[in-house]
């Protein structure tokens, strides 16, 4: 296994489901830190304090809506103020709005671009800096079986 005690990540869309497993995998290996966002602040919270409960792992469980660059942003910088830095990145935050093309609103076509593409560039954009400058840095980038298509 890879000794994590000194790293620190970041994990999108973390209050539940794969964000939250795999933000408590991170903890069970030792991590030294782990933030969790989801747009839930109050989710985010109740899992941010199951993962606290379970090691010596700093935890951060923070509201976000990563489809807002400046909230985004905002966030990271308060997590680099508390870890020192970002070592690894695991996106994970998505959101479907299934809908015929043609019944398709614009909400929802914003939505999940929002989501599950522009969060993506405003979390990694955030951090990247920092890891190429360290010379150091793992972003994973997770998706839905979604990719394979459904109805609408």
């Given amino acids: 296994m890879y000794d994590f005690s000194t790293r620190y990540a970041v994990v999108t869309g973390a209050a539940q489901g794969i964000g939250f497993a795999a933000a408590k995998r991170f903890v069970e290996e030792g991590i030294a830190g782990i933030a969790i966002l989801d747009w839930n602040g109050e989710m985010a ?45 695991f996106n994970n935050a998505g959101v479907t709005q299934d809908a015929m093309f043609h019944k398709m609103t614009l909400e929802q076509w914003n939505s999940v671009i929002g989501v599950n593409l522009q969060g993506v560039f405003n979390c990694t954009r955030t951090v990247i800096n920092g890891m190429r400058n360290r010379k150091y840095g793992r972003i994973i980038n997770m998706a839905s079986k979604s990719v394979y298509g459904e109805v609408g």
Avoid at 59 to 78: N, R
Wanted: charged share 30%; aromatic share 4%.
């Fill in 45 to 89: 919270a109740t899992a941010g304090e199951e993962l606290a409960a379970m090691g010596s792992s700093k935890v951060l469980a923070l509201k976000c809506d990563v489809s807002d660059y400046k909230m985004t942003e905002s966030v990271m910088k308060k997590i680099e103020a508390e870890f020192g830095r970002v070592d690894i990145l």
